[in-house]
């Protein structure tokens, strides 16, 4: 083995996103990271980030949207926050029927936990 992380979780890492487990086989993608933010609030621009690693994927057609759940992490049983985005977003998104602006905010207004 070369220790080469590929795929989704190599793309999230390689955007700065720490994963802790991530399954990408049934009809939710479930992720959990550990936040280098680990202060009361869930970090806004580190859930961009997540966001911005399906966004691309989505973009050059690699990936189904599919809804995301995320769990922030403080430490391995310490949950800031959790998250979602549902895949008609990114599909919506992707056709520029979401801007930035709105697709952050519908995002954002998910947060639970650590706002």
Do not use: C
């Not at 080469?4 to 086989?25: A, H, M, P, Y």
């Not at 690693?53 to 189904?64: C, I, M, S």
């Amino acid at each position: 083995m070369n220790g080469v992380i590929t795929g989704v979780e190599g793309e999230l890492r390689s955007n700065g996103i720490s994963v802790e487990s991530l399954d990408t086989e049934g009809e939710t993608v479930e992720l959990a990271y550990l936040t280098a933010f680990p202060g009361e609030s869930v970090n806004h621009l580190e859930v961009g980030r997540a966001l911005r690693t399906f966004v691309e994927r989505v973009t050059a057609d690699e990936w189904e949207p599919k809804r995301v759940e995320a769990t922030v992490l403080r430490a391995n049983d310490d949950v800031q926050g959790t998250w979602h985005a549902e895949a008609e977003w990114f599909r919506e998104y992707d056709r520029y029927e979401l801007s930035d602006e709105d697709f952050s905010e519908l995002v954002l207004d998910t947060l639970e936990g650590g706002e």
